[in-house]
């Protein structure tokens, strides 16, 4: 059972991501957690000690703490999650900053979920 | 003596100015009439033995003279004096002809004579000095209608000269009018121009911010339709097993994000609607509005599209929409462009504010500033209220002034028409409505607070 942590101003993504990992998340296998902004993803992680989401997907373009911000503040406050990143902007300027701040993948919007899955699942296996 | 009269006449009538301007060729004449009475006088006084003869001849010469008076233009300035030296005349002749005829009786009454005579004196001075006195004062007269005459006629002159220049001053205005009223057309044109030019740049903002509003729902239309296909799959393979709760499950999942296709398809639809309505020229049409919506539309617009110009700006949008506020007539999309001006000002603000704290080189302060936008509706008594609050650089009272009005603008050259804010004003009071701003500034280093807020108020 992992907890992954999925973080986008759009309140939709929640009804997405539930439908596609209806099947994992019902075996047992996945747990999904949702926060519409920076803070509030951050919050969330504060307040289990120890964090249990391993992972994080983050949106880029939020309002308030972006995406970015909010990735080097969990990779200072909280090292061992993994983070990557979903945008709608696949351009190279971002795709850097988020390589640089230790991003493990860049995911482009409308998001592929069989390569997100492929990606789960390989977290899932890891465990 | 009748020689003395005429040396008189002569010299008179020489020296008097209308001979003189009108018959200029008679001033000879009258000096030989002069010279030869004063010989014929110096005759009769040398010469005893001719008294008679030319005692004659004077009274010859005196009558014709008095008759020229009457009847020649030439003598007619003797005319006054004719009756001033008639008697003397008439008396010498009388005299004279009674002492040739009855000498005696002439002896006899000498005395009488000699009275008449000095009386014919007396009156011809008399007459004399009075004719003078009125010749003097017609003379005066005279000049003075002359004076009058000339300033008549400079007058006159300076009238014409006065005509000529207002005729020229007419046509100079006149012309100058016509320019005027060409210019003004070209400002106009200009004015609308720049309107339609301002929208424009205003629309160029946006289309960054536009394609992402764009983009988010035509992403969840793709990733919804694909998940109804993955769930149609499942369907199928349900309906074989017979899985009732499963398949009930799934069609009111499939039912669900047909939904959510449908929300976010009118989403991206509205969005290019706005974007289309805001380019086209006004139509002047009031409709009604939800005003809540329009001023979350635009927000997130002017916030996209600021976002996607600079990947580093990033701003908290706090909303507080009055959901009483009900519906309004307004030119929704006139509202929504001063909507995004006072949105995009405040972005603006942030950002600099946001600038100046990272030059602080106070990370403590600079890290803790948060770069906020608040968008408020209310509904109240005479109408309702939007209110666009930032916690930007403020605005002293000098810029606070100013920045109503067309082309002003702090932001630099190339980065602001100036005329945002003041088509607003213009829009808003077309509404019959005003838009009010307070502003503070704090000083960044000490950590006080700075702040901008714009009120747009339409009256129902």
């Given amino acids: ?127 | 003596m009748d020689f003395i009269l005429l040396i008189i006449a002569f010299r008179f009538l020489q020296t008097h100015s209308q001979t003189k301007e009108l018959f200029p060729e008679w001033q000879g004449i009258f000096l030989k009439g002069l010279i030869a009475a004063g010989c014929f006088l110096a005759i009769q006084v040398i010469f005893d033995g001719t008294d008679i003869l030319m005692r004659w001849v004077a009274h010859t010469l005196n009558i014709y003279v008095v008759y020229a008076a009457y009847n020649r233009n030439v003598f007619s300035p003797l005319k006054p004096y004719v009756y001033a030296f008639l008697p003397v005349v008439l008396v010498y002749i009388v005299q004279d002809f009674t002492e040739l005829i009855a000498t005696d009786f002439y002896t006899s009454w000498e005395n009488w004579f000699e009275t008449a005579e000095l009386f014919a004196w007396i009156w011809l001075v008399a007459q004399f000095i009075i004719n003078r006195k009125q010749r003097k004062a017609l003379e005066f007269e005279r000049i003075k209608a002359v004076q009058k005459e000339i300033e008549f006629k400079n007058s006159q002159r300076l009238k014409d000269a006065l005509e000529v220049q207002v005729a020229e001053r007419t046509a100079e205005i006149t012309a100058q009018k016509e320019a005027l009223e060409k210019t003004l057309h070209e400002l106009k044109a200009t004015q609308s121009q720049l309107i339609q030019s301002e929208k424009m740049a205003s629309l160029g903002e946006l289309t960054a911010g536009i394609a992402h509003e764009i983009q988010n729902p035509l992403n969840f239309v793709t990733n919804f339709s694909e998940l109804n296909i993955e769930l149609l799959g499942e369907l199928k393979a349900e309906l074989e097993k017979g899985d009732l709760d499963e398949i009930k499950q799934i069609v009111s999942d499939i039912a669900g994000n047909e939904e959510k296709i449908i929300h976010h398809g009118k989403r991206a639809d509205a969005i290019v609607k706005g974007m289309l309505q805001h380019s086209r020229s006004s139509t002047g049409v009031k409709e009604t509005t939800d005003i809540n919506e329009l001023a979350d539309e635009y927000l997130r617009l002017s916030y996209h599209g600021l976002r996607a110009k600079d990947k580093s700006f990033n701003a908290s949008m706090e909303t507080d929409f009055d959901e009483t506020i009900g519906l309004v007539d307004v030119i929704s999309q006139e509202i929504g462009r001063v909507i995004l001006n006072l949105v995009n000002n405040a972005f603006y603000a942030v950002s600099e504010k946001k600038k100046q704290m990272n030059n602080l080189e106070d990370s403590e302060r600079s890290n803790n500033y948060k770069p906020t936008i608040w968008m408020k509706t209310r509904r109240i008594k005479e109408g309702i209220e939007i209110r666009v609050k930032d916690n930007g650089t403020g605005m002293p009272e000098s810029v606070k002034d100013k920045i109503f009005q067309p082309f002003f603008t702090t932001k630099p050259t190339g980065l602001g028409t100036g005329l945002g804010l003041s088509l607003s004003y213009d829009i808003v009071k077309a509404h019959g409505g005003k838009i009010t701003v307070a502003s503070q500034i704090g000083e960044a280093a000490k950590g006080e607070e700075s702040w901008t807020e714009f009120v747009i108020f339409i009256a129902d």
Avoid: W
Avoid at chain 1, 18 to 29: A, D
Avoid at chain 1, 33 to 58: N, R
């Fill in chain 1, 1 to 127: 059972m992992i907890k992954i942590l999925i973080v986008d101003d759009e309140r939709d993504v929640e009804l997405l991501f539930r439908q596609k990992f209806r099947k994992e998340v019902r075996s047992g296998l996945l747990e999904l957690a949702f926060a519409f902004s920076g803070d509030e993803a951050l919050k969330l992680l504060d307040s289990e000690h120890p964090p249990q989401v391993v992972y994080v997907f983050s949106d880029i373009n939020m309002p308030g703490m972006t995406g970015l911000e909010l990735l080097n503040k969990i990779k200072t406050q909280f090292p061992s999650i993994c983070v990557s990143m979903i945008s709608a902007y696949g351009d190279t300027e971002n795709y850097k900053k988020a390589m640089e701040s230790g991003a493990k993948e860049f995911f482009t919007k409308p998001i592929d979920f069989d390569s997100l899955r492929k990606e789960i699942s390989r977290i899932i296996s890891q465990e």
